[in-house]
């Protein structure tokens, strides 16, 4: 049986963002978008890979699709439970691991991600995996943060304050660049292509999304806790990440700009 190197990491992850349920509102605009530009269509069969609160899974099942997903937070996924409920549609939601899918070679027409495979530690594991269990001709789509921008200028302040990661863990925002995607996704697909989008996150102030991301962000959060006995570092972090927020708002809105691919399975 082989050991997987970053179970512990994963352990944290899924501590980290079991507080991200009051955020789900920020990405279901875009869940909608995702869906629409992947090509969603009824009688599909969809895997919403890092589903988190389930807001894609909820998007494509409306659409018709028969959906699955997975997710490490059993926390994220009991509000995704409920968001399907509420809809009235049926996701097949399941704990697990975007680097060991429990699912069978070629079972999904389309498999997403939002924002959600990106924090696989291992891209080639995580590819592998997402592409194993698409079916020859089926479609992959998923969203992620340019290194460039807000999002990927905000994991970037974190990593500085933050302890370091473990050995061979890629940056999340790697997958936000198009020439790292081409990279990743090789010649196991063809029909590639990019589209960017934003998503906008209404504040009062740079303070007030500060504040807002403090407590529901687990990479934000977790630098908060680390840093509490050294009060000078924290509130360095703190302007820091005031100052970025305020870079990238206009008037009461952070605009977040991410990217969507897409691509077709060979």
């Given at each position: 049986?082989?050991?997987?190197?970053?179970?512990?990491?994963?352990?944290?992850?899924?501590?980290?963002?079991?507080?991200?349920?009051?955020?789900?509102?920020?990405?279901?605009?875009?869940?909608?978008?995702?869906?629409?530009?992947?090509?969603?269509?009824?009688?599909?069969?969809?895997?919403?890979?890092?589903?988190?609160?389930?807001?894609?899974?909820?998007?494509?099942?409306?659409?018709g699709a028969q959906v699955k997903g997975l997710?490490?937070?059993?926390?994220?996924?009991?509000?995704?439970?409920?968001?399907?409920?509420?809809?009235?549609?049926?996701?097949?939601?399941?704990?697990?691991?975007?680097?060991?899918?429990?699912?069978?070679?070629?079972?999904?027409?389309?498999?997403?991600?939002?924002?959600?495979?990106?924090?696989?530690?291992?891209?080639?594991?995580?590819?592998?995996?997402?592409?194993?269990?698409?079916?020859?001709?089926?479609?992959?789509?998923?969203?992620?943060?340019?290194?460039?921008?807000?999002?990927?200028?905000?994991?970037?302040?974190?990593?500085?304050?933050?302890?370091?990661?473990?050995?061979?863990?890629?940056?999340?925002?790697?997958?936000?660049?198009?020439?790292?995607?081409?990279?990743?996704?090789?010649?196991?697909?063809?029909?590639?292509?990019?589209?960017?989008?934003?998503?906008?996150?209404?504040?009062?102030?740079?303070?007030?999304?500060?504040?807002?991301?403090?407590?529901?962000?687990?990479?934000?959060?977790?630098?908060?806790?680390?840093?509490?006995?050294?009060?000078?570092?924290?509130?360095?972090?703190?302007?820091?990440?005031?100052?970025?927020?305020?870079?990238?708002?206009?008037?009461?809105?952070?605009?977040?700009?991410?990217?969507?691919?897409?691509?077709?399975?060979?």
């Amino acid at each position: 049986m082989t050991t997987d190197p970053f179970a512990q990491f994963k352990i944290a992850q899924k501590e980290a963002w079991a507080s991200f349920v009051p955020l789900e509102a920020l990405t279901t605009i875009s869940a909608g978008q995702l869906v629409r530009f992947a090509g969603v269509r009824g009688g599909e069969s969809v895997l919403d890979a890092g589903c988190g609160t389930g807001v894609v899974a909820v998007s494509a099942a409306r659409a018709g699709a028969q959906v699955k997903g997975l997710d490490l937070s059993p926390v994220l996924l009991e509000r995704a439970r409920w968001n399907a409920a509420t809809a009235c549609v049926e996701v097949e939601l399941t704990e697990g691991d975007v680097e060991a899918l429990p699912y069978p070679d070629a079972a999904f027409d389309v498999v997403l991600s939002q924002f959600g495979h990106m924090f696989a530690p291992r891209p080639q594991v995580a590819t592998a995996e997402l592409l194993r269990v698409l079916k020859p001709g089926g479609r992959i789509a998923f969203s992620t943060w340019p290194p460039e921008m807000y999002t990927g200028r905000m994991f970037l302040l974190v990593s500085q304050y933050a302890p370091p990661p473990p050995p061979g863990m890629a940056p999340p925002p790697q997958w936000g660049d198009p020439g790292m995607i081409r990279e990743r996704l090789g010649d196991a697909v063809t029909e590639l292509r990019f589209e960017r989008e934003l998503l906008q996150s209404p504040g009062l102030s740079p303070q007030h999304l500060r504040n807002l991301f403090e407590t529901n962000v687990g990479p934000i959060s977790k630098v908060v806790q680390t840093l509490t006995d050294d009060p000078g570092r924290l509130a360095q972090f703190r302007r820091e990440l005031e100052a970025l927020v305020a870079s990238f708002m206009d008037g009461n809105v952070l605009r977040q700009h991410y990217l969507m691919t897409r691509a077709r399975k060979r």
